[in-house]
């Protein structure tokens, strides 16, 4: 095997062992930030133990040099360099043995736990089990945050957690081995430089009692800030059309400089902070060296102590000076770690608001009958949308319903697909209350297209499979000239140079028409062959010739299945069986086209002012 081969099963060996998509049943993750932390560190125990190891070992190996250095410089002091290596070859050769092997290997051996072992598979583990909960949000949980928030905090949740953990493991425990054994070292020299280390560390302590909190305020209102800041950013890019069309009064300056100045005012409170903490640790530092350096001075000159006790314990001291400094930049680090998880936990470990009931069964294939019982629902307000609705469709039956903006009928198409949770009555699908349901299974039985058919940013063929994995190409290529969409995806392409089914369609399908993305969906539900169809508002961006060549295989499709539809252009509706008109959440006319318009009330006025004004009423033709 070659040298390289070998080296990459080594790398291999030591970065797998923690596999970054291993999981656990817990359905929601702890909220509390150490709680969340524990339950990640018990995840990946051993090597957090070896760190443990590794980080004191760095600390001794510190300390142990420093020792050596005073024994050296006794040792030149005595011995007569004539014969120094004759007599004293073996703990020189110690010593070199010391810095030279010990300590490499100590340094490579944390070196490789930190960064082999730690950083690459457990920040990938965490942000993994973060993923697989927050996916499993309700839909109404997206409406409520930004998709660009929810991304970071799953980002930023991973990467605190394994750095919390590794700079309390590795940089604060081989901190504190040093200070043990340092002071440990001085009480031997001389008890009062002990006492003056002890009493250092105390005051250490009292800047982390007292400053840090401070500190720790600050980094989480840094942390809010920054997510806010964030938030505004993504806001305006992902909705650039909107602001290209309409900001001419630079409204996305002032609204992004007003997240950005809240941004830079809490930073200013942080960086406050940490001048405070540096300059308490610094003026701690000067008054212990000091100190520690007159005690040993004087013992030099009353003859207690040797220059070598000397030279170990000024080098002690300033070792710790040293580290002091880069340990409170560490906890700095930690406390910062702290803050973005205790942040994240607010968005990864939320308990989901709609649940699989315990005892749910998975749904076969509906015949299709659906009953709103007294359904009552408010977006979680006081009153109004949806109110003691009463609707039954029987299987097979096309239904559309019909009403103003606002009227609450997509809320009703999202409440039978339990986008949203009845807060009143119940819906049955076949009898069967839909709550009783797996979600999975619930929502296999429906065929949606709707109002904004949101298309993946991946290839045609990817987005038309989405309605059915595992589709053979025929299927969709089928799928795709029912939709009458074959003729136009043969001749996308993309930056890439991909063309046809294999091309991408942007975020979002940004890069096709409306027109064109809604036949994708229309392929995509097609392909699935649900046995309830819900189409709101699904051909609404077609041109008629478009929507007449699709309304035959539409047609088609919907034989057998029940099928309910939401237009505002009642003559893509008006030959359903059945048009149900709501206003204000209620139904307020049942019938069929002729019957409404017979009737005269609120459908019959919507018709009219559609087919008399800009629509030519190709139904009322026929
Ligand atoms: N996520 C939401 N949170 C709070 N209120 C909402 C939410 N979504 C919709 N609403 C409100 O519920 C009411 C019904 O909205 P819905 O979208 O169901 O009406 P619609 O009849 O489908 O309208 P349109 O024909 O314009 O699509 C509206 O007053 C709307 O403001």
Redesign the pocket.
Known sequence: MTESGISERIWRRVEGVINPFQDTEEEVLPRDAWRFILYFARQAKGPFILLLITGGLVGAVDAGLYWSIGWLVDLLDSAEPATLFAEHWPELVGLLLLVFVIRAAVMVGAAIVEQQIIVPGFFAMVRWQAFRRVIEQPYEFY?NDFAGRIATKIMQGGEAVGDFIVSVLQSIWSFLTFVILATTLLVALDPLMGLVVALWFGGYLMIIRFLLPRLRRAGRATADQRSIFNGRLVDAFTNIMAVKLFDSGRREHAFVRDGLEGFFQAVKRLTRAITTVRAAVNFLNGAMMAAVGTIAVWNWSQGTISTGAIAAALGLVFRLNNMSGWMMFNINGLIRSYATIQDATGTISVEPAIRDAENAVEAQRADGDIRFENVSFH?GKGGG?VDGFNLHIRPGERVALV?P???????IVNLLLRLFDVEGGRILLDGQDIRQLTQGSLRAQFGVVS?EPMLMHRSIRDNIAYGRPGASDEEIVLAAKRAEAHDFIMGVSDPKGRTGYQAHVGERGVKLSGGQRQRIAIARMMLKNAPVLILDEATSALDSEVEAAIQDNLQRMMEGKTVIA?A?RLSTIAALDRLVV?DEGRIVEDGSHDELVARGGLYAQLWKRQSGGFLPGRVAAE
């Open positions: 409406q977006y949308v009403g903006s606002g009227a609450g009928k997509t809320t109002q939401v505002h709501l």
